[in-house]
């Protein structure tokens, strides 16, 4: 069956770094465009970046710059590099394959 697993999050201080990891098995990942979204606490689900088998990417206007989406097809993992975080980024994680969603890792951003 479908599984994705994120991992990578935490605490950081504002300004800071971050990577998310997303492990996925059970389909073809290689031909699968992949997405990260996050939700706030008291907020709906979110688009926050895609990337597609052929690498083209896209991403929410607000983290564009900021975050890059990246794919291993030899792992079968994507990641999501996250830089110059602001508070306004904290919220859970989610990894997305089009119809499948993990169990999402938190992200805080706060001094």
């Known amino acids: 069956q479908v599984q994705l697993v994120e991992s990578g999050g935490g605490l950081v201080q504002p300004g800071g770094s971050l990577r998310l990891s997303c492990a996925a098995s059970?389909?073809?990942?290689?031909?699968?465009?992949m997405a990260w979204f996050r939700q706030a606490p008291g907020k709906e689900r979110d688009f926050v970046a895609a990337i597609t088998y052929s690498d083209a990417t896209s991403y929410k206007d607000s983290v564009r710059g900021r975050f890059t989406i990246s794919r291993d097809n030899a792992k079968n993992t994507v990641y999501l590099h996250m830089d110059r975080l602001k508070p306004e980024d904290t919220a859970v994680y989610y990894c997305?394959?089009?119809?499948?969603w993990g169990q999402g890792t938190q992200v805080t951003v706060s001094s």
């Open positions: 997305n394959n089009g119809g499948s």
């Open positions: 059970g389909f073809a990942f290689r031909y699968s465009t």
